[in-house]
């Protein structure tokens, strides 16, 4: 064999050794947890967004597709930001985790614009916007000095920014009001209420599992289901509340129930009282069911924005006031110190700043280059229907 090949493979099986055998423990110790995230990632997002009538192979089939392409690169782009040292990218399950957190702000852009895009376009969407969110956190861990477990807990922020930047070039005055195929039926809503079910489920170990220090895990993960059950609970409440006959309105319930553990995300680790938790939750999730009910119907023609799924009272205004909430507790905790206080809060008011500044121009571009027809856009009379996209022998029309 030739030297320097025999060289270069020895090379490359010592440092492949070196990422199996590095942090062995570690890695095994938050694997339940992983396992927990990927089903959330894979299972809870793909079921929460097949809820159009005519839309759940593309729902679901693109989102496995789009979390499967969306790790890989993920890996690539963090790797070589957070973790290239000796010519390597090292890997390892903590690496993988976060890879695959990055890439829900994909999934929840992909709800904004869900049933209006071909795959081809959700790709380009996709490469751009785990570049972007990889080098925005960089900027805010790097830069701002916020913890990388926080940085994580900005994706849905972010993505409901991009996306919805996204969706406003994609708008159609169409689609105003609701056509027939963008509303669901009985099967549908089951399995969109299935998918929440699973993020629900998991959510915790979503908000903790990249916290290190033992004693904050444990409370980040009481505080998230603290928050998820009232978030819940809210839900149904207002869902009833804002109902003119009194009856629950299923988006409502699919969507508003996780509006707690997004809202709890960017605070997780620092609340002490399971009080300011389950407020928290209460507010999500009424905040979410009342922009639902009464904003997403007005915001639509106004802004120009259909967001299919209603990304931006799910996870985009929970997340402004999960990320409120932290200001005003580092205020609190820090009240004796007034010169630490305010800039710890001029910190955590720029790390948002900074995430939505980027998501919209991200987004504004990438809608941009979207609009170009060698895409070969479906039109609008394909828009939320798998026949577009997929094998229909039978043809059934009212499948």
């Known amino acids: ?24 423990q570690k890695d095994l110790a938050i694997y339940p947890a992983f396992q927990d995230v990927s089903i959330m990632v894979v299972l809870g997002f793909a079921f929460l967004l097949a809820f159009l009538r005519r839309y759940g192979f593309s729902s679901a089939g693109f989102s496995l597709f789009l979390a499967a392409l969306g790790v890989q690169w993920a890996l690539i782009v963090n790797g070589f930001i957070f973790h290239f040292s000796d010519g390597q990218v090292k890997i390892n399950l903590q690496s993988i985790l976060a890879a695959i957190m990055s890439i829900t702000a994909v999934l929840i852009s992909a709800g904004a614009i869900l049933g209006k895009a071909n795959l081809m376009q959700l790709i380009c969407m996709a490469v751009v916007e785990v570049a972007v969110f990889a080098g925005n956190r960089w900027i805010i861990v790097a830069v701002l000095g916020i913890k990388s477990h926080i940085s994580l807990m900005h994706v849905h922020l972010f993505g409901t920014f991009f996306g919805s930047t996204v969706s406003w070039f994609l708008y ?25 079910l699973f993020l629900w489920t998991f959510w915790p170990s ?3 599992v990249l916290v290190e220090n033992e004693e904050e895990k444990m409370v980040a993960i009481y505080n998230t289901y603290f928050a998820m059950a009232t978030s819940a609970v809210a839900a149904f409440a207002f869902s009833k509340a804002t109902s003119s006959d009194g009856t629950f309105h299923m988006a409502h319930i699919q969507n508003a129930t996780l509006a ?15 009080w300011i938790a389950m407020t928290l939750g209460l507010a999500a999730g009424a905040g979410s069911v009342l922009g639902f009910a009464f904003l997403q119907k007005r915001l639509k023609p106004a802004l120009r924005i259909h967001d299919t799924c209603g990304v931006l009272y799910t996870f985009g205004l929970p997340s402004l006031i999960g990320g409120i909430t932290r200001i005003i507790l580092i205020l609190i905790d820090s009240q004796e110190d007034l010169e630490g206080m305010g800039y710890l809060a001029l910190i ?14 991200a987004g504004f571009i990438t809608g941009f280059l979207l609009t170009f027809e060698f ?5 609008i009379t394909k828009y939320f229907d798998d026949q577009a996209f997929w094998e229909f022998p039978h043809l059934a029309a009212g499948y």
């Open 260 to 274: 707690g553990g997004v809202a709890i995300g960017f605070s997780v680790s620092i609340i002490q009282y399971p």
């Open 206 to 208: 979503f908000n903790s």
């Open 1 to 24: 064999m030739v030297p320097w090949l025999k060289n270069s493979l020895v090379s490359e099986q010592l440092g492949l050794r070196t990422l199996q055998t590095e942090n062995v």
């Open 172 to 196: 159609n005055s169409s689609q105003h009001p609701k056509v027939e195929k963008e509303r669901s039926k009985p099967a549908s809503d089951v399995f969109a209420m299935l998918g929440t």
């Open 348 to 361: 955590e008011l720029g790390a948002s700043c900074a995430i939505i500044s980027l998501g919209l121009m």
């Open 375 to 379: 895409w070969k856009a479906p039109p």
